[in-house]
């Protein structure tokens, strides 16, 4: 409801939502690889990979749960990030065709998507979850499994909601309900 009441406009919180849903697969399917034998099967450096990310099935736990929770914050805060993006740019422009519809979209996109700063971390912990071992390890390796696969899979909505968002500005510009 809040972020209808945000954009005024059912599609745009249905694309929002579809980009919270692929994040969710992502974290399935993470969860799913973690119980295949095969899955990161083999040694580097003569680390054994499935005992480094201690890969073991895993059971959907409250802490799994909460893992998916965090994950839906995350997606829902980049859909909303690009949608706003996507609206500011077209309350800017006021397209008038075809080919101005899909610019203005491109420029959005491109605006959302920004060079990484090397010199910023600003979730450092991310790269020590998996991995950890120590006292609640047991609860925080669940806990981010579902995180890193749906975030992982969610790269794809930097590609769904623009391109969605730009498709139903096109019906609509060729509907004559824009102009």
């Not at 073991?56 to 998916?68: D, E, M, R, Y």
């Not at 080919?99 to 979730?123: C, F, S, V």
């Amino acid at each position: 409801m809040i972020i209808y009441f945000e954009f005024r406009a059912v599609m745009t919180t249905f694309i929002i939502f579809v980009g919270i849903l692929v994040s969710g697969a992502g974290g399935f399917i993470l969860i799913w690889l973690y119980g295949q034998d095969w899955f990161m099967n083999f040694s580097l450096f003569g680390q054994d990979m499935r005992e480094l990310f201690q890969v073991h099935p895993i059971n959907l736990s409250v802490a799994v749960w909460v893992g998916f929770l965090a994950l839906f914050g995350i997606a829902e805060d980049d859909g909303v990030v690009i949608a706003a993006y996507l609206r500011q740019r077209f309350n800017e422009v006021r397209p008038s065709s075809i080919q101005a519809i899909r610019e203005a979209t491109l420029y959005a996109g491109k605006r959302r998507i920004r060079p990484h700063d090397d010199n910023r971390h600003d979730h450092p912990w991310i790269d020590a979850v998996l991995t950890s071992t120590g006292r609640g390890s047991d609860v925080m390796v669940p806990m981010a499994i579902p995180g890193v696969g749906g975030m992982i899979i969610q790269l794809i909505t930097l590609f769904i909601v623009p391109v969605s968002y730009c498709l139903i500005r096109e019906w609509r510009y060729r509907l004559g309900l824009e102009s």
